[in-house]
């Protein structure tokens, strides 16, 4: 039986609070230098932990009752003991939406992340067709959507790709995996098997998370 690949695993971090030691470890362990604090953006239903030089966004829960105020930028103005990780995206800092027509604006990944450090990125499937099939697939940054369909099969959620500027998204719920991909405009979707993934999103298995407006 071949060696499973090695590199970084998410989904393991779902499900942590803010203040776990073991979510802390992982941060730093992305990080040659000390971690400057997240950029926060804080909902009262949801509540985001942007890490730039990571190329990572958390997003985290709150736990009823606790409901935070609108605009909070510290953790100490957070009561992280109630927060719950939902979500991680991870952007693709080389990636760049192929539509021609968007107006001529940079659709690379926001400019203030960072490449991420430490690819690839491992995420697990639930099915295997075949014995020889790796438990596992490695995500790179030029990982296309064809070679991501080829192991996890048939999306089981998509949309996007309608409007200007706007990519194509696919969602293999049952993996929790969301990614959204370098391809929008007119025949989004025809170019969508050749485009590299832009943003990577992992969440709860069985969860579904892509958006309602342009499923398919």
């Known amino acids: 039986m071949p060696e499973p690949p090695s590199g970084t695993s998410l989904h393991p971090l779902i499900g942590l609070s803010p203040t776990s030691s073991r979510l ?10 000390p971690l400057p604090p997240p950029q926060i953006a804080s909902y009262p239903d949801i509540v985001y932990y942007n890490y730039h030089p990571l190329a990572l966004s958390l997003s985290f829960e709150p736990r009823p009752p ?3 105020n609108y605009g909070l930028t510290t953790r100490d103005a957070l009561d992280e ?3 719950t990780l939902v979500g991680i995206d991870v952007y693709n800092h080389e990636a760049r939406l192929d539509d021609p027509k968007a107006n001529q604006r940079d659709h690379k990944a926001p400019p203030e992340y960072e490449p991420f450090p430490a690819y ?13 099939e790796p438990a596992v697939f490695p995500l790179t940054p ?22 200007a500027g706007v990519g194509i998204w696919t ?5 929790g995996v969301m990614v959204e991909w370098a391809s929008g405009g ?18 709860e298995r069985g969860v579904a998370k892509g958006k309602e407006e342009g499923d398919e």
Do not use: N
């Open 24 to 33: 802390s470890s992982f941060l730093a362990s992305l990080s040659p230098s």
């Open 66 to 68: 606790y409901r935070p």
């Open 81 to 83: 003991h109630h927060l």
């Open 120 to 132: 690839p990125i491992l995420i697990s499937h639930s099915t295997s067709r075949s014995p020889a």
């Open 142 to 163: 030029t990982t296309t959507g064809a070679e991501l369909v080829a192991v996890l099969g048939e999306p089981s959620r998509k949309g996007g790709g309608t409007t």
């Open 171 to 175: 969602e293999w719920t049952e993996d």
């Open 186 to 203: 007119l025949e989004a979707w025809e170019k969508g098997a050749g485009a590299v993934w832009r943003v990577l999103s992992v969440f």
